[in-house]
Nanobody, 115 residues
Framework: VRLVESGGGLVQPGGSLTLSCAASGFTFSSYIMRWYRQAPGKEREWVAGISSAGDVTYYVDSMKGRATISRDNAKNTMLLQMNSLKFEDTAVYYC?????????WGQGTQVTVSS
């Protein structure tokens, strides 16, 4: 099982980034997929989720209207498009796959919002 995040980087406040998660080693289309983030000195926080079919999405309140989660089950990939980024969005962002008692994590990608 492998989840590999990419697309992080340094962005100015108000800017945009699109994070990607490439999955392999499991039946991607059967799993709910989620993005989490962890800022320095803080606990890991759930950010967004998408159903296995991709027809239902949900977001933490702080990201509603600023983020779009999507997935391509044919390519085993998930995206998180983020706009109007704020200083407080700075964190390591993690890709997560869950199905029943199974729970897989990626290594994370750093997003830094700074002027």
């Amino acid at each position: 099982v492998r989840l590999v995040e990419s697309g992080g980087g340094l962005v100015q406040p108000g800017g945009s980034l699109t994070l990607s998660c490439a999955a392999s080693g499991f039946t991607f289309s059967s799993y709910i997929m989620r993005w989490y983030r962890q800022a320095p000195g803080k606990e890991r926080e759930w950010v967004a989720g998408i159903s296995s079919a991709g027809d239902v999405t949900y977001y933490v309140d702080s990201m509603k209207g600023r983020a779009t989660i999507s997935r391509d089950n044919a390519k085993n990939t998930m995206l998180l498009q983020m706009n109007s980024l704020k200083f407080e969005d700075t964190a390591v962002y993690y890709c997560n796959a869950v199905r029943g008692g199974l729970n897989f994590w990626g290594q994370g990608t750093q997003v830094t919002v700074s002027s």
